[in-house]
């Protein structure tokens, strides 16, 4: 099952939630902002995913920039930001499409694409 982590307000990922509908594809969708994932469910997806765990921060988002983190980052374990991550939703890169294999990050039609093919 594809999961879908969105802040329902957000542009983009309606976008993505849209797209997905569009194409028939079954996903379960959680607000990440009211019900973040996990320490544990984000070290899976960066794992998986193949990218450093940075690159699941929201980087252009107000809440990374009142927290400074852009001068904190490099100094922070993997386990710290992960943690951080976990405890507030506004600071993950959005929308979050993981599938317990694969995860994509923002929403771009290819990209999507891509990912439900390797699903099928």
Not at 59 to 84: A, N, P, V
Not at 96 to 105: A, E
């Amino acid at each position: 099952m594809i999961t879908l982590y969105e802040y329902p307000k957000c542009t983009t990922c309606r976008k993505g939630k849209k797209f997905l509908q569009e194409n028939d594809v079954a996903f379960e969708s959680i607000d990440m902002v009211k019900q973040p994932p996990a320490a544990a469910t984000l070290a899976e997806m960066v794992d998986r995913s193949g990218k450093d765990v940075d690159e699941f921060f929201n980087k252009r988002g107000k809440r990374f920039k009142e927290l400074e983190l852009k001068e904190r980052l490099d100094e922070m374990t993997k386990e710290e930001k992960l943690e951080l991550l976990s405890t507030d939703g506004m600071l993950i890169r959005r929308p979050l499409l993981y599938d317990g294999s694969g995860v994509t990050l923002g929403f771009k039609e290819d990209e999507y694409k891509q990912f439900m093919n390797a699903e099928n």
